[in-house]
Structures are given as structure tokens and as C-alpha cells.
């Protein structure tokens, strides 16, 4: 079954203590991202990768890291967290394709408070 | 001004009910438009995606693009219970890039039997 898993699923932690999220796709596909959802502010990109070992920002980078050191995990990793990192985190792929009209394939979401 | 604005609701509707969601969005550049379904505790997934102007029918589900006056519609027919869930329009910003999605904020939609 073709799908993108994330682990874990819920997450509570408190401040400066460094977490990672692990994402996982089995379609083969070149793109990776991250994004946040949060309340009236919809999904927003926080990194991106294009394929192994290239990376780049999203709107929201401030906090995080990424790592692509293979094709099929995108970890997102949180160094020092904080309060207003507190969101749902998803992770998506797709084929990488000009114009941005491939499907996107998000996981289930991570829902991580940070106290 | 947020590049894709949606009102996010709730709205709630009777079952059988015909639902219209909305979105605006800034720039007349963009071109693609998708809409994804959200269902509570889950991921986004891709429902429908038009392009340009015109009407997009699958089943129950009509995609629709007004460049004009920039706004997109996606509009279910005899709606069922099952289709409540969060409905989120998405536009890749510019053509030529690389699968980047901007998001609206999303409509909360409940269907009531």
C-alpha cells in the first residue's frame, strides 16, 4: 500500500528538550516536505527537499531542521523546542514535477505540544 | 493579505443539501488549482483539481474557477454525513516550480442526517 508514515503520532515535551519526527514514503518519490497546520492559518510549508541531500526552506523555517540522506525518509528534527512550535506537523510527498501539479501524499499528522 | 483566503466555517447543512465552499485567492498568475479533504485526525487528500477557468465534475463534486474575479468554488451535491470533514483549496504559487502548495486556512463541513 502506497502511503507516507509518520512517527509519532502524538508528542508532548517541554521546552529545549530536542525531538525528532520521523517521516517515511514507499512511492519512490523525489519531493518531500513539511508542514504545520494550525488554526486559521491552514498548512504552512516548513522545509522542503527536491531529492536526496537537497533541501531548502519553507515559509516557516525558524526552529527546525531537516535531514535527506535517503530517498525515502524526511525527518524533522526540533534542536531547542518551544510553546509556539505546539502544532500539527504533517510530512507529504510526491513526484517531483514542474508547476507543482503532482499529487501531494500527506501522512497522518503529528500532533506535538510543547510545555 | 494572505495569497489564498477561505472562510473557515464551520457551516453545517442538512443531509441531501447541495454545499458550496469558497476560496480567494491574490495573484492572477496562479493558474492550478486543487482541493483537498481533510477528515478529523487524519491527513489532507486530494479531492479534485482544476485548471485555469471552467467547471471540473467528478460524481458529486464540482471544481470551479473564476479567473475574472479570481475565486474557486467546490460545490457537493446531495451531500452525506460522510462527506464532513475540513475541505482545503491549494495553488501551486508560480509555474515552473516545484510542487510548493499554498494553502487556504479551511472549511470546517458538517453534515447532518
Known amino acids: 500500500e502506497a502511503q507516507v508514515t509518520q512517527n509519532p503520532r502524538y508528542l508532548i515535551t517541554v521546552t529545549g528538550k530536542k525531538l525528532t519526527v520521523t517521516c517515511s514514503q514507499n512511492?519512490?518519490?523525489?519531493?518531500m516536505s513539511w508542514y504545520r497546520q494550525d488554526p486559521g492559518l491552514g498548512l504552512r510549508q516548513i522545509y522542503y527537499?527536491?531529492?536526496?541531500?537537497?533541501?531548502d526552506k519553507g515559509d516557516v523555517p525558524e526552529g527546525y531542521k531537516v535531514s535527506r540522506k535517503e530517498k525515502r525518509n524526511f525527518p524533522l528534527i526540533l534542536e531547542s523546542p518551544s510553546p509556539n512550535q505546539t502544532s500539527l506537523y504533517f510530512c507529504?510527498?510526491?513526484?517531483?514535477?514542474?508547476?507543482?501539479?503532482?499529487?501531494?501524499?500527506f501522512g497522518p499528522g503529528t500532533r506535538l505540544t510543547v510545555l | 493579505q494572505k495569497e489564498v483566503e477561505q472562510d473557515p466555517g464551520p457551516l453545517s447543512v442538512p443531509e441531501g443539501a447541495i454545499v458550496s465552499l469558497n476560496c480567494t485567492y491574490s495573484n492572477s498568475a496562479f493558474q492550478y488549482f486543487m482541493w483537498y479533504r481533510q477528515y478529523s485526525r487524519k491527513g489532507p487528500e486530494l479531492l479534485m483539481y482544476?485548471?485555469?477557468?471552467g467547471n471540473k465534475e467528478d460524481g458529486r463534486f464540482t471544481a470551479q474557477v473564476d479567473k475574472s474575479s479570481k475565486y474557486i468554488s467546490l460545490f457537493i451535491r446531495d451531500s452525506q454525513p460522510s462527506d464532513s470533514a475540513t475541505y482545503l483549496c491549494a495553488t501551486p504559487p508560480f509555474s515552473g516550480g516545484y510542487n510548493k502548495l499554498i494553502f487556504g486556512a479551511g472549511t470546517r463541513l458538517a453534515v447532518h442526517p
Open positions: 527537499s527536491m531529492n536526496v541531500e537537497v533541501t
Open positions: 482544476t485548471y485555469s477557468s
Open positions: 507529504a510527498s510526491s513526484r517531483r514535477q514542474r508547476g507543482g501539479t503532482d499529487t501531494q501524499y
Open positions: 512511492m519512490n518519490h523525489e519531493y
